[in-house]
């Protein structure tokens, strides 16, 4: 009960905070007039603010590609108005950058463009910053960030001169990292490094203390960038269920992306997007307030995802006698049952060492990894190995 009682507390988290505070300006779109109209009818109203000490305006609400393989749904969010673009390297096996280059060809001038690399020397980094540049057909990135970082030994000197030199050819504009989990170390140290963009996990599932931790960012001036704002996804939850029913007709996900956006520290979003009703709901967040109601909803889907989502709090990194990473493994299997995206889970598993993917938890009589926020490790990490082995 003391656990429901607290996390349920944190979803209110933020609710007093003075609207002056979040600094942004709501506009009809960068033209000044109002935007085109989705299926639902009225006019969209975009509302942006400003990414930390770049300087850069961009929409609350941007867009994650990573999924997305229909070109229209970014066409369309670009011609509305969403400023700020999400791509990487190794999404779809690169099909993603190219997909994204196609779609926003035509308003490169007007956009936030960013991509990422996997990259763990300098030579490779530069050479796949080289190849994201032309397959987005664009000769710079707004943000070039470096991918995937849970701890601040692996932002290396050598990754760190890739950005400088980069910036210096004009090849991108602003120097950035991303982090799935570590936060409370990599942060800081993105703040001593003097990066200038911060692209991190944030959703309703995360502890209070978090909450300090994007503060201290946005206060560096760093610019601080929300993903994973749906906590995994987890969009289709099987119809025919109660729990489907009731999510879908309170919406869950858009009650989300809502409680993300009212911290001011918070910049800009990259939900993913893969048809033009998920563009539509996502749009509707950025003037949409935070209810008693959305508050609810999203107990009840916290109550839904508690067994199956990890939100990398890092409690159990190093925990597993058999080496395996389980924050990692949940989120593999997370991005095929939660995205949809088989392929992509499925080469980020197999990207791990031999020896820790060819671990059978089922084995294992007992397991030595217990989440203290309900996740049911064991459970998890055996389907993952059944999926993606």
Known sequence: MKDKSSRRSFLAVGLTLPAAALASTTRPNSQGQSGPKLASGPA???KYRVLGKTGLKVT???????????????EKAADI???????????????NERMVGAALKNKRKNIVLSSKT???TKEEALDHLNTSLK????????IWYLHGKTSAAQITDQLLEAQQIAKKE?????AGLSTHGGQAEVIPAAISKKLDVVLTSYNFTMEPGFQSLLESAAKAGLGVVAMKVMAGGFRRVRQGDKLYDTLK???AMLAALKWVLKNPNVHTTIPSMTDMDQLDENLKAMTAPFTDKDEKVLAAQLEYIRPLYCSMCGKCDGTCPKGV?????????????????FSLGRESFLSLPKGVRNVRCSLCTTCAVQCPKGVRVAERLSRAQEVFA
Do not use: H, W
């Open 44 to 46: 969209v109203e975009l």
């Open 60 to 74: 609350s609400v941007g867009f994650g590609c990573m999924i997305t393989s229909d070109q229209s749904v970014v």
């Open 325 to 341: 990473p389980v924050a990692d493994v949940i989120r593999f299997l997370s991005y095929a049952e939660g995205y949809g995206e």
């Open 118 to 120: 996997g990259a763990r």
């Open 135 to 142: 397959e987005l057909g664009t000769d710079y990135l707004d």
């Open 170 to 174: 004009g090849k991108i504009r602003f």
């Open 81 to 95: 108005g969403i400023t700020y673009f999400d791509t990487a390297r190794g999404y779809q096996g690169g099909n």
């Open 249 to 251: 007709r309170e919406g």
